[in-house]
């Protein structure tokens, strides 16, 4: 794993923009993988600058979303379509057919699953996948004990998922148990991947990711496997 260790939040999300940017520019029909929660909103907004400034164009640029909550809708404003639309899609020239976030409204769950993960082996492989870092050690919703040979399924959502989730809500009962995600052989597959991960809270569950030995315990140390990793953090590792 390269590791570049940045200073605050601002620099990791500067760091980001800059590799993002050049996968958008560098790759004809470039396909990125993308997460939601906190951890990447400064980077989406200093892509959306980019965009309206300097005239980066996203046309070409097909995108894939981590993860979804099972039962919202997806104007509600906690849905990850929801989220996904404010901080980056209505701002870019990205034609709505090139973004796929996984439905968690489907009237068949497995049936969605499996077509998303069709979608990715038409479209992929994914060139840049980012991904940010849940206190448990969890990357999209492959909350503790996931198998690795995980595709695209459906999971119960861990109590401290909920609660860290809870401050988008009303209260952590609001917090759907259930969410569709990308499964970690699938996240896997992807060419690069950009692990964003900021803040003292994390910075146990981040050394382990980095230094324990590889286990299903801790989902993301199944990056130490993939030949291609970069963690920007301002975590002293
Ligand atoms: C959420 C998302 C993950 C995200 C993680 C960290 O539950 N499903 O994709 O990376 O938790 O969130 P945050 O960036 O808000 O700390």
Redesign the pocket.
């Known amino acids: 794993m390269k590791i570049i260790k940045v200073n605050n939040y601002e620099q990791m999300s500067q760091k980001a923009a800059e590799i993002v940017l050049e996968t958008v520019q560098e790759i004809a029909q470039p396909v990125l993988g993308l997460?939601?929660?906190?951890?990447?909103e400064r980077l989406y907004e200093l892509l959306v600058r980019t965009h309206q400034t300097e005239h980066v164009s996203f046309k070409n640029v097909r995108t894939f979303n981590?993860?979804e909550y099972v039962g919202l809708p997806v104007d509600s404003d906690q849905s990850?379509h929801y989220f996904m639309n404010e901080h980056l899609f209505r701002h870019l020239d990205i034609p709505e057919n090139h973004i796929y976030i996984p439905n968690g409204q489907a009237e068949n769950l497995e049936q969605e699953c499996a077509a998303y993960e069709t979608y990715i082996k038409q479209v992929g492989p994914v060139d840049l996948q980012v991904?940010?870092?849940?206190?448990n050690g969890?990357?999209?919703?492959n909350e503790p004990g996931t198998r690795f040979n995980e595709r695209t399924h459906i999971v119960e959502l861990e109590d401290s998922?909920s609660e860290?989730?809870a401050r988008f809500f009303k209260s952590k009962e609001d917090v759907p148990k259930l969410?569709v995600?990308m499964g970690i052989e699938t996240i896997l597959e992807a060419k690069r991947i950009l692990l964003l991960v900021q803040g003292e809270k994390?910075a146990e569950i981040l050394r382990k990711v980095i230094h324990e030995e590889m286990t299903e315990d801790i989902p993301a140390s199944v990056l130490q496997r993939h030949a291609n990793v970069t963690v920007i953090t301002d975590i002293e590792i």
């Open positions: 997460p939601t929660g906190s951890t990447p981590l993860d990850y991904l940010g870092l849940g206190v969890h990357i999209g919703f998922t860290a989730n969410a995600t994390k």
